[in-house]
């Protein structure tokens, strides 16, 4: 068991551009949550995944974000036409659920930095 | 609008001392986590409380949650300077609830 694992840790990108990232939860776990962390602040969710379900998405996801889950394993958050305003920390989370409280591990973060 | 509010934002001490941290809120959660947070890492998660007036005690650290649910505190005692870090309180609206409400932070500093 490695933990959660997020890919890239750090992307600089111009406005513009399209970026994608990627996150391996820990293995059993069938749920997947997407959180934004901007300097000086608690992450805030953005999207939750049960398998390969895409369950809630939060207000802050707007239509520029996509996230998926294939295969109810690996997820990848794709922004499209970044703008310096999504610079921020990128945090993935998974849990098992219910059974154990709900309690959710995060990965280190994927830092965007929109020039 | 955050949920939840901690404070102080910003709390600089000397090592040995002790201190408490706050986390507040107009509404009740089912449970409440206490992360640690490293710069350039992701939390890390230091205890979880479900029960309204539990305490638990992790070495030097004692987490409580309050009565009705909607507030918690942690107190370190003898700080080091190992404890440096952002700590984070977030609450789950409701059992199984799918996403976290983080509060706004803590950032500790302990001088050695």
């Known amino acids: 068991d490695t933990g959660v694992s997020q890919n890239p840790r750090h992307k600089i990108t111009k406005r513009g551009q399209n970026v994608t990232f990627r996150c391996d939860p820990i293995s059993e776990h069938n749920r997947l949550y997407w959180y934004r962390q901007t300097l000086g602040q608690g992450p805030e969710f953005l999207t939750y995944f049960q398998n390969e379900a895409q369950l809630e998405k939060s207000r802050l996801l707007s239509d520029r974000f996509s996230a998926e889950r294939p295969k109810g394993s690996f997820s990848t958050l794709e922004i499209q036409r970044t703008e310096q305003g999504d610079s921020a920390m990128y945090l993935c989370?998974?849990?098992?659920?219910?059974?154990?409280?709900?309690?959710?591990?995060f990965g280190a973060g994927t830092r965007l930095s929109v020039l | 609008t955050q949920l939840l509010e901690q404070s102080p934002q910003f709390l600089s001490i000397q090592e040995g001392e002790n201190l408490t941290v706050y986390c507040n809120s107009s509404s009740v959660f089912s449970s409440l986590q206490w992360y640690r947070q490293e710069p350039g890492e992701g939390p890390v998660l230091l205890v979880t409380v479900v029960t309204g007036g539990e305490v638990k005690k992790l070495k030097r650290l004692t987490f409580q949650f309050g009565d009705a649910r909607k507030d918690s505190s942690l107190h370190i005692t003898a700080a080091q300077p190992g404890d440096t870090g952002l700590y984070l309180c977030?609450?789950?609206?409701?059992?199984?609830?799918?996403?976290?409400?983080f509060g706004t932070g803590t950032r500790l500093t302990v001088i050695p």
């Open positions: 989370a998974s849990s098992l659920g219910s059974s154990d409280g709900g309690i959710q591990y």
């Open positions: 977030a609450g789950a609206r409701w059992t199984g609830a799918n996403n976290l409400f």
